[in-house]
Structures are given as C-alpha cells and as structure tokens.
C-alpha cells in the first residue's frame, strides 16, 4: 500500500511539473509572439508615414518620380511582411524601407524651402520617433526570444517543447549595412 501511494504521489508530482512547464514555455511563446507584433506595429506606422512625407516632397520635386515608386515598392513590401512574413522577411523589407526613406531625404536636401516647412518638419519629428520605437520594438523582441530560446534548449524545459508546441525563434538581425536607423536630420 506504502509503495502504491508513492507511486501515485510521484505520478501526480510528474503530472502537475508537466503543466507548469507546458505553461511556462507557451507564456514564453506568446510572449516572443507578442514582441514580433510590436516590430509590426512600428514598421506599418512608419510606412503609414511615409505617403505624408513623400506627398510633401512631391510638391516640390515633381520631377523625382522613381524616388517616389520606390516607396511605394517599399511601403507594400513592409505591410505584406507585417502581415505574414517571417523575421527574415520583415527586416529585408524594412531594410527595403530605410533606404527609400534615405532617397525620399536626399530629395528634399535640393529644396530649401521645403526642409523649413512646418509640416516637413513635424513629419520628420515623428519618422524619428518611430524610428526609436523601432529599436526598441526590435531589442524587446530579441529579450523575448532570448528568454524562450534558454528555456526551450535547457533540461528539463527541452523534454516538453513537442508537447507544449514550442520551439526555439530566430532573433530579429538587421539586413547588413542596416545596424543604425536612416538619418532624418538635416
């Protein structure tokens, strides 16, 4: 009888480490999912800026038409990956992006005028803000993985990740030549 409540004791012991660490490991999942989101976010905000920067610009460089089909290349490439690309996609198309950004910038540097208008200026505010949110959106990201991936490849988490449905992400990486934001300063 001794020996068949231990078993039992152990069998219940087993079963209660078994849903906290199915739990544990899908919050840690949910959260790198989370943290993914957020990297959207940021990126579709500032491809929804970029039409009010270029509309701007477009009205003092008329002439400048591939500059302004690039971003728009762009701003579509940025929107398909938040909604279903993978890490490596969503940073090639914001890469694609920061670099239409620079090109929309080095139009606007021929015109004086428009570099001192009000609304050139307050959208140049908020493309820099975003800009921040964006490395900071891209380094919570990153934490979350870190955390999922040490649990996810340590024992005794390693033995339940099948059960629970989780694996190890890719962390979020800048394409080369992308480590820093594109300047938005004059």
Do not use: C
């Amino acid at each position: 009888m001794p020996v068949l409540l231990t078993v039992i004791a152990v069998i219940v012991l087993v079963g209660l480490f078994a849903a906290y660490a199915f739990n544990k490991l899908r919050r840690l999942d949910i959260g790198a999912q989370e943290a993914l989101g957020g990297i959207d976010v940021q990126l579709t905000r500032r491809a929804d800026l970029i039409p009010n920067l270029v509309n701007t610009v477009k009205g003092y460089a008329q002439h400048e038409k591939g500059v302004f089909e690039e971003v728009t290349r762009a701003r579509t490439a940025v929107k398909a990956a938040a909604n279903d690309g993978t890490v490596a996609e969503k940073s090639a198309a914001s890469a694609q992006l920061d670099k239409a950004i620079v090109d929309v910038l080095a139009v606007a540097e021929a015109y004086p005028d428009l570099k001192a208008s009000t609304n050139f200026l307050e959208l140049q505010k908020e493309l820099s803000d975003t800009e921040n949110k964006i490395s900071f959106a891209r380094q919570y990201y990153n934490d979350a993985v870190a955390s999922l991936n040490n649990i996810v490849k340590t024992i005794p988490w390693l033995l339940f990740t099948g059960m629970a449905g989780v694996q190890a992400r890719e962390f979020y990486n800048a394409p080369d030549g992308q480590e820093t934001a594109p300047s938005v300063t004059f």
